[in-house]
């Protein structure tokens, strides 16, 4: 049997998971932005964090999943400059900075929702979390690591013994090589941590702090959060492979000055998904949602099956036709598993040979490709039922619960039988029987299972 082995980006190489505390797991995924809706590739991140926790816990741990939804101080610019997103979006939708925060985070969990994605064990909002970020900046002033410019504080990169790290940043070649405009900033890599609102007019989002009325800077809001939830060392920070340069570098370089540690144990990153050679960016304006995939009248659930076809390390070109392959395929294998009836038990070879695939720093490429010689095998159709469905505990297709088209059953018929469970719990047995002579007379068929009800195509 495979043990659990994961890429960590920090050493550049895959190794043993081995947690922190016997049987749990800390993981920090970084949410989203939420001036905008999610785009597709936004929610591939999210779709490979979903199968880490789920291959975690078929590997028997707890997770204390926590991810951050940043609704304050992400600028339009990386480097530090340019408006903060927030108040962009709110001048383009016309919400205030807050109800826009709200509307498209709701709008996210319901992306999550449709694409089977675990709804994490903790959410954290940067601006519920402002006294925490205050506090670690402040700490870091008393350890010498910030100075103050005319727009805000800044960490000084260059106090840090081996900034940089992650992302194996040459940071002296940074110094040597074309004059990059830091700004009033002392070196190119220092990042704000607290910005000023600016004088001459208010901003939607502000508080006070020690240094002024203003905002926090992007990173800070993570090491805050994280140790908060999580502690100051913890076992996997996740992120799309953008935030290693830059977000992952700068939360490192906080909670080094501040904690003496790296912050976590792991750092897993997933790659992005390319649309036309060209990565799909939530800035850009023109993305595809989720959304306009269900428009179109594709299952959101194929989109979940494509991702699951290529591995979270490599980049994933988008295409029409390679989704509408992906939804051939996930409904063929929903159809078969349907049809093997009620499950047997799990084949234990085929159940060995899937996690060997996933433990191997998740290939699930290849354990989607043992699931399909499950669909060959020559086993019983309980067994295969059984092995499936064992499979989609990780896989996330929802084959427990799926029912071909023809046997779903329309809403209004539904609405009577909840209507008649309504009746009997009301006693009211007179009123049942109407009501299930009704279904039955829509051409439906009513049974009453020690789990409640169940209702199908007569
Ligand atoms: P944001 O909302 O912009 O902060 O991004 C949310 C998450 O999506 C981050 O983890 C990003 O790294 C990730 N991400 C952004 N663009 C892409 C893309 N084209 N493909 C995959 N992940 C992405
Ligand atoms: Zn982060």
């Known amino acids: ?34 001036y905008n809706y999610a785009h597709i590739g936004n929610l591939r991140t999210y779709l490979f964090e979903d199968l880490l926790r789920r291959v975690l816990e078929m590997n028997g741990y707890t997770v204390n999943h926590v991810v951050n939804i940043t609704d304050v101080g992400h600028l339009t610019s990386d480097a530090d400059t340019g408006e903060d ?33 675990k709804a994490p064990s903790r959410w954290c909002k940067a601006t519920d979390h402002i006294d925490e970020q205050i506090a670690f900046i402040k700490d870091l002033e008393n350890k010498g690591y910030t100075y103050r410019t005319s727009d805000g504080i800044y960490f000084d990169s260059r106090r840090l013994n081996g900034y940089g790290h992650l992302a194996r940043l040459d940071v002296d070649g940074l110094k040597e090589g074309a004059r990059v ?24 989002m502000e508080w006070d702090s020690p240094w002024g009325v203003g905002f926090p800077g992007w990173h800070i809001e993570c090491s805050a959060m994280s140790a908060k939830y999580l502690g100051d060392f913890f076992d996997i920070h996740c992120g799309g492979e953008d935030h290693i340069p830059i977000h992952h570098t700068n939360e490192i370089a906080q909670t080094e000055a501040s904690r003496g540690t790296r912050l976590a144990n792991f750092w897993m990153h997933g790659y992005f998904l390319q649309v036309d050679n060209a990565k799909m960016a939530k800035s850009s304006g023109e993305f595809l949602r989720l959304e306009s995939l269900s428009e179109r009248g594709i299952d959101t659930l194929a989109y979940r099956y494509l991702c699951l076809t290529a591995h979270y390390r490599t980049q994933m070109s988008f295409s029409w036709d390679s989704l509408a392959s992906a939804e051939v395929a996930l409904s063929r294998l929903r159809q078969t598993a349907y049809d093997w009836g009620e499950p047997g038990t ?4 085929f159940d060995q040979r899937f996690r060997d695939c996933l433990n191997d720093d998740l290939g699930v490429p290849r354990a989607l490709a043992v699931a399909w010689e499950l669909v060959r095998a020559d086993l019983s159709p309980a067994t295969k039922k059984a092995t499936i469905l064992r499979f989609d505990e990780v896989l996330g297709l929802g084959l427990a619960t799926w029912l071909p088209e023809e046997t779903s059953v329309p809403d209004d018929i ?19 029987d109407e009501l299930r002579d009704a279904i039955s007379a829509a051409g439906y068929l009513l049974e009453d299972t020690r789990d409640g009800y169940r209702v199908r195509k007569a």
């Open 346 to 349: 799990v084949d234990a070879d």
């Open 85 to 117: 997103k927030m108040e962009v979006g709110a001048r383009r939708t016309g919400m205030t900075a807050w109800e826009m925060a709200d509307h498209y985070t709701r709008a996210f969990e319901d992306d999550l929702a449709r694409l089977n994605i």
């Open 181 to 204: 405009d830091a700004g009033e900033r002392r070196f190119v890599t220092d990042f704000a941590l607290w910005k000023f609102s600016p004088p001459d007019n208010r901003r939607q």
């Open 1 to 34: 049997m495979t043990e659990l082995q994961l890429f960590d980006t920090y050493e550049r190489r895959v190794r043993p998971f081995e947690p922190l505390e016997a049987g749990k797991v800390g993981l920090y995924c970084c949410g989203p932005t939420v």
């Open 414 to 432: 539904i609405g009577l039988a909840e209507e008649r469970e309504q009746a009997r719990r009301e006693r009211n047995w007179q009123r049942a």
